[in-house]
């Protein structure tokens, strides 16, 4: 007899709070660095870069390194923050309770998180759907609602992130190469583009300015670094804790690289805060305009599935009996408000300066914390110590948050506020701490 094969079926993830089973950690450094280089080219990571040379006056070179420069920062905090979860299998805003208490953890640090989760997906999802409409008029001469579009993307990207880890590492792999593809023909385009209009390979535009150069690789810094705070929940499935680190930081900051060069590149060259839509009016070609048009389908879809997933476990962590489900559900259903109203991509520099007022203190004492008191370790005592109900309020973690965001609003923003309170905050922290524990 012939034996009946099951067909494969989609389990959407139920993990919460809990543990991963050790038997699921399998995933290895190459698989994350596939993921963060999936996540990194979009039409939000290049806002920065782009505003560098815009707004900033800065050469193509010096607005590159000043935001490769925060970025990669950033990016190092997040990798060795990424750690806790790969060692324990557990997400990060629970990880957390284990540094600022569950009490601020849970509605503090995880509404904030989800707030930030939730505007970035929205402003990916707008700018990615504008890109989209763009080159598709250019391609078929139909024009598609951003209305219409955006909520319709958004639901998409929703339902994937709601399957789970999974969903998101299998869809990342197959997009990749279409990703890649996608890019090399952008860099081409401004390539040829800048050799025949300029007789130069690197734009001519800009200059160095010591203000902006520090200003933009601190807004780098507030973009990335609050994934301090959420990189846990995807290196939960790990194979060990180099795994995770490695491959978050060699994804991520590999994929900046290509991010700022793009975004530098066709704002020095164009004018433009979206090469993606740019790239569409340097060919003519219909299959070139249908490839850059699925790269930027693509790399949104990719790093929504990133924001929507964390997100809802930030969301989760805030409301615990809702589970895991109808927190990812409630995300998607906001995400998906929020992508209607354009007008956030239009302000993103003002967005990401005042998201960073609570973000760079939060983020500062998790990271000082994780470092300098704990050693770069979460034992199996801290986790017995919470679950025991023994660690409710870290009031001095609250007392520095609280008492930091006017100020970080206060300091002038060409003064880097992202890197002053950071370093002010995280040693403000461990000089308090210190002197309560010789009480």
């Avoid at 699921?24 to 994350?32: D, G, V």
């Avoid at 299959?287 to 997100?311: E, W």
């Avoid at 906001?334 to 609570?358: D, H, M």
Wanted: include cysteine; proline fraction near 4%.
């Amino acid at each position: 007899m012939h034996s009946i094969q099951k067909k494969p079926t989609i389990e959407i993830e139920r993990f919460g709070l809990e543990e991963i089973p050790f038997q699921l950690k399998q995933t290895k450094w190459y698989e994350y660095t596939v993921l963060q280089l999936a996540f990194s080219v979009n039409t939000g990571n290049v806002l920065v870069p782009a505003l560098a040379v815009l707004t900033g006056g800065l050469s193509v070179g010096w607005a590159m390194l000043s935001t490769i420069s925060g970025a990669a920062l950033a990016f190092l905090l997040v990798s060795l923050l990424s750690m806790p979860g790969a060692k324990h299998g557990l997400p990060a805003q629970f990880v957390i309770r284990t540094m600022i208490g569950t009490l601020l953890s849970r509605y503090f640090a995880s509404p904030i998180r989800s707030i930030t989760s939730l505007y970035w997906f929205s402003v990916q999802t707008i700018g990615g759907s504008i890109v989209v409409i763009a080159l598709l008029k250019q391609v078929t001469g139909l024009s598609i609602p951003i209305l219409i579009l955006a909520p319709l993307l958004s639901v998409i990207m929703a339902v994937l992130a709601l399957v789970g880890f999974d969903a998101v590492k299998k869809a990342t792999k197959w997009f990749l190469p279409f990703l890649f593809a996608g890019q090399g023909i952008m860099l081409v385009l401004i390539i040829q583009h800048n050799l025949t209009d300029q007789s130069s390979f690197f734009p001519k535009t800009g200059e160095f300015h010591t203000g902006a150069f520090f200003f933009y690789a601190s807004l780098a810094f507030v973009q990335y670094v609050s994934g301090v705070s959420a990189s846990s929940d995807i290196t939960r499935y790990a194979k060990t804790q180099m795994h995770g680190f490695l491959g978050l930081l060699a994804g991520n900051v590999g994929g900046f690289v290509i991010t700022a060069f793009l975004g530098t590149f066709y704002a020095a060259s164009l004018g433009t805060l979206n090469p993606f839509a740019s790239a569409g009016e340097l060919t003519g070609s219909p299959f070139l305009l249908f490839a850059v048009a699925l790269s930027a389908l693509l790399s949104m879809i990719s790093i929504n599935l990133s924001n929507a997933y964390t997100g809802g476990y930030s969301l989760l962590n805030a409301i615990p009996s809702a589970g895991r489900i109808k927190c990812a559900l409630l995300f998607g259903a906001a995400g998906t408000l929020l992508s209607c109203f354009p007008v956030i991509v239009e302000e993103a520099e003002k967005y990401i300066s005042l998201l960073g007022a609570a973000v760079i203190p939060l983020s500062a004492i998790i990271v000082f914390d994780y470092m300098f008191i704990k050693k770069r370790s979460i034992t199996d005592e801290d986790l017995h110590i919470l679950l025991a109900g023994k660690n409710l309020m870290n009031t001095k973690a609250f007392m520095l948050a609280s008492f930091s965001i006017p100020v970080y609003l206060l300091i002038p923003p060409f003064a880097s506020p992202g890197f002053i309170i950071f370093l002010l905050v995280g040693f403000s922290y461990i000089l308090v701490k210190k002197a309560g524990n010789q009480v």
